[in-house]
């Protein structure tokens, strides 16, 4: 097994070969740096926390079983969120069920200020428009909103082409405006 120094923890290309040699610290470096991206972008493919972590866990040992697949290191976050966005489709596709929206009671102790309840009822508005979508398009609006992916790690994530992918986007969120302004 390789061993990782401080100057390889620095060079992404570095760890994922270490990683890839069986470098258990390598590899949870990987883990500690992506796991939060992933599993942002699972919760809104999902719309359930446990499901988006069991999707996340699942893509966590593909990663580790694939890793020397990996062809180009600088598009590792772009791949590790397709996969686990993939495993999302599939768990979703297992359960098929329905996502129920449970609305939190807020407890507020000074009746005159605090909260918007404006804010919170646009909030409710756009979690359902997103629900409405497709899984494949909650997928790329979070991947390029919660990940902050820009075209072509989008276009690399989903095997579609940069300005096809920015196409999709700009339907996919002419959409969901069209829906907020009629909700």
């Known amino acids: 097994m390789a061993v990782m120094t401080s100057s390889d923890a620095e060079q992404p290309s570095a760890l994922i070969a270490l990683a890839a040699a069986g470098d258990e610290l390598a590899f949870a470096s990987i883990v500690r740096l992506y796991h939060e991206d992933m599993r942002r972008v699972c919760v809104v493919v999902c719309g359930d926390d446990g499901l988006a972590e069991d999707a996340v866990a699942a893509a966590w040992s593909i990663a580790w079983r694939k890793l020397r697949s990996l062809r180009e290191p600088a598009r590792l976050k772009p791949w590790l969120v397709s996969v686990a966005v993939n495993e999302a ?87 969901l405006e069209k829906e907020l302004i009629d909700a």
């Not at 909030?123 to 979508?133: C, H, K, Q």
């Open 89 to 175: 489709r599939q768990l979703l596709r297992s359960r098929r069920r329905r996502a129920l929206l449970e609305i939190p009671v807020i407890h507020v102790d000074d009746p005159g200020g605090g909260l918007d309840p404006g804010a919170a009822i646009s909030s409710i508005d756009l979690r359902n428009a997103l629900a409405r979508l497709d899984p494949n398009d909650r997928a790329l609006i979070a991947m390029r909103y919660l990940a902050g992916f820009d075209a072509t790690e989008l276009a690399f994530a989903t095997g579609r082409s940069p300005s096809g992918t920015r196409a999709r986007l700009a339907r996919l969120l002419q959409r």
